[in-house]
C-alpha cells in the first residue's frame, strides 16, 4: 500500500471510528458530514506536497481550490471564524451564492483538466459529469451532488489509469456517499 492509498485509509478509518465510538456511547451512527470537505481538503494538501509534475499539480490546485469555495459556503465551517449575528448577515448576502458558483466553475475546469476530453467516449463522460454538476444546483434534485466523483471514480478505474492522485477523489466520492447515505436515513 502507497502513502496515498494509507492516507486515505486512514482518513477514512478515523471517520468510521468517530461514527462507531457514537454509536456506542449515545446508540446512533452519526459521521461529522460537515466537515468531509475539509478532511479531503487536508489530506488534499499533502497529495499536493507528494506531486512531481505541473500536470498533478494543476488538477489538483483546481480540486483544492473548488475545495476552498465548498468550505467557505458552509455555515458550520464557518460558525469557527464568525460569531453569530455577523454569520447571520454573510448567509443572507449574495456572497454564499458567490462561492456556489465560483466552486462550480472551478469543478467545471478541473474535469476538463483532469479527462481532457478527445475521444467520443471522455466527451461523453465529460458532458455526464457537467451535467451532474448543473442538476445538482437545482433545489429539487440537489441529491445529485452526491454522484460526480463517483461516476468519475468509476471512470478513472474503467480507464485503468489509476495515478496515485486519484486516491484523493476515491476519498472525495466515498465522503460523498457516506454524506448522501446519512442524509438520506435522516430523512426516513
Same mark, same amino acid.
Given at each position: 500500500?502507497?502513502?496515498?492509498? +494509507? ?15 457514537? !454509536? ?10 460537515? !466537515? ?63 462561492f456556489k458558483l465560483?466552486?462550480?466553475l472551478l469543478l ?7 479527462? +481532457? ?27 445529485l451532488a452526491y ?29 460523498? !456517499? ?11
Open positions: 500500500m502507497g502513502r496515498e492509498a +494509507r492516507i486515505v485509509f486512514l482518513s477514512l478509518l478515523t471517520i468510521l471510528l468517530y461514527g462507531i465510538i457514537i !454509536l456506542i456511547e449515545k446508540g446512533f451512527l452519526v459521521l461529522p458530514f460537515p !466537515l468531509f470537505d475539509s478532511i479531503v481538503f487536508i489530506v488534499g494538501l499533502r497529495f499536493l506536497f507528494w506531486a512531481d509534475n505541473r500536470k498533478k499539480r494543476l488538477v489538483l490546485g483546481l480540486f483544492l481550490s473548488a475545495l476552498l469555495f465548498a468550505i467557505a459556503s458552509k455555515p458550520f465551517v464557518l460558525e469557527i471564524f464568525i460569531n453569530g449575528q455577523d454569520l447571520e448577515i454573510f448567509q443572507a448576502s449574495i456572497w454564499p451564492d458567490v465560483v466552486q462550480l467545471i475546469v478541473f474535469f476538463g483538466a483532469l479527462i +481532457r476530453p478527445k475521444k467520443m467516449q471522455e466527451w461523453i463522460i465529460f458532458s455526464l459529469l457537467l451535467g451532474l454538476l448543473v442538476a445538482s444546483q437545482i433545489p429539487m434534485i440537489a441529491f454522484l460526480p466523483f463517483s461516476v468519475l471514480v468509476i471512470y478513472l478505474y474503467l480507464r485503468k489509469e489509476m495515478l496515485p492522485i486519484y486516491y484523493l477523489f476515491i476519498l472525495k466520492a466515498s465522503l460523498d !456517499l457516506l454524506e448522501g447515505v446519512m442524509m438520506l436515513f435522516s430523512t426516513y
